[in-house]
């Protein structure tokens, strides 16, 4: 791996002005408006603008305590929804109308939603307004996330508990599971972005799968691997890109081959400062290998571990971001961001007999019948994605997959890194958005702009100059 020096630059192009005073939580860049939600400790919630870095507005009153989390609702027109978590055990869903001036006068003012019951009528209808409350959480809300379709919102809590809300019509939700099958605080949730397939990531060190079946949800395995607490979990997108040239087009192509009929892989990132790439078994070849796993009634899907990422991160990593470029961003405790590029391995078509994976030798995939190597060490406890979480790879014979590659056909490396990327304090999240302060272009044209939010209150904007 190139040491730091000689990798490209990540630049602070802006920080949003002006910052929180205190610590800043997540921020969320609108699905199509140039827009960032940023939640902050002061019970806020502030809106900037992607093209002048500037506050447009101020949301408070809603929430008694820190605001966690937010989420934009996607396809939407005419009108942008967030829906907000709270330490105050509460998710919060806000409105406001859009307009065609997409750079609006810099509101800085706070918008008072404590007041709404007397005023409303004074505030104009491009500002927001408070839709609803839902309550049930009986701890912090931590993470929220609406599905691709917009009509189911998760929510997940320190209570342990995963909660799935329905919209059943205008500012009226139902709860329609509520999933309890975590044994810690529950950190993060994110959904396929084809599927209504969720994933929640815990203090219990595991990764959950839920799907709903016929009429309830449950959950459809457990991926197990990771040493101590999950922080963040992340979807790869739709279209999977890999960078530079390959071997071999026979490699490429059976490659591309299984990723289409596995779909979207899965992202995870934890306090042991590693982060995995998880990858599913198409239907046939877990039906292939049924008899060589262990199975609970409920579990309905095999997945893997396919890599891991190169370990550079010294403390732990709270937040990961996959880019429509397939390009991954990681950042934590240590305040250091890393960007990591998937290539195509220079092998010969004939030695990579399958394109498969990412890591070989010493990033040894997780096994369907839960074992798995660890930079030569033994095997880990569990390193698999099944119904029944107690199951242990310890003193289980090997039973390899028809499809196991005897050569990786890609690999992850390292492409650009910033140490301090937010002084002394450490970073809470990361996420990727298009470029939008430059005007032109269509939003898939647009460079990859990297957002981070930091124990300071900022938040930073960064070009990824490759």
Known sequence: MPSPSSLPNISLLSALSPFSPSRAWLTAPHP???????????????????????????????????????????????????????????????????????????????????????????????????????????????????????????????????????????????????????????????????????ASASYDDDVRLWREDVDDWGCVGVLRGHESTVWCVQWEGVTPKVYG?????EAKGKWMKRREASGPRLLSCSDDMSIRVWRRNPKEKAQQSRLSIIRSGSSEEDWVEEARLPVVHSRPIYSIAWSKRGRIVSTGGDGAIVVYEERWRQASAEAVTDGLGAQPNENDEGKANGESKDNGSEPMDGVTMEGDPTQKANGQERKPIESEPPQQATEWGVVAQIDGAHAVFEVNHVVWAPRRDKGGGSTAEQEDLIITTGDDGVVKVWTLDI
């Open 32 to 198: 199509t408006l140039p827009l960032l939600a940023t939640c902050s400790s002061d019970k806020t919630v502030r809106i900037y603008s992607l093209t002048t870095f500037t506050l447009l507005s101020t949301i408070t009153g809603g929430h008694k305590r820190s605001v966690r989390t937010c989420a934009w609702k996607p396809n939407l027109k005419g009108e942008s929804v967030l829906a907000t978590g709270s330490f105050d055990a509460s998710v919060g869903i806000w409105r406001r109308y859009d307009t065609d001036d997409l750079n609006p006068r810099p509101v800085v003012a706070p918008v008072d939603f404590d007041a709404r019951d007397e005023n409303i009528d004074e505030y104009d209808e491009e500002e927001w307004r408070f839709a609803i409350v839902l309550d049930g959480h009986e701890s912090e809300v931590k993470s929220v996330a609406w599905s691709t379709g917009g009509n189911l919102l998760a929510t997940c809590s320190r209570d342990k508990s995963v909660w799935i809300w329905e919209e059943v019509g205008e500012d009226d939700y139902e709860t329609i599971a509520v999933l309890q099958e975590h044994e810690g605080d529950v950190k993060c949730v994110a959904w396929h972005p084809e599927e209504e397939l969720l």
């Open 245 to 249: 040239e390959t071997g071999g087009q």
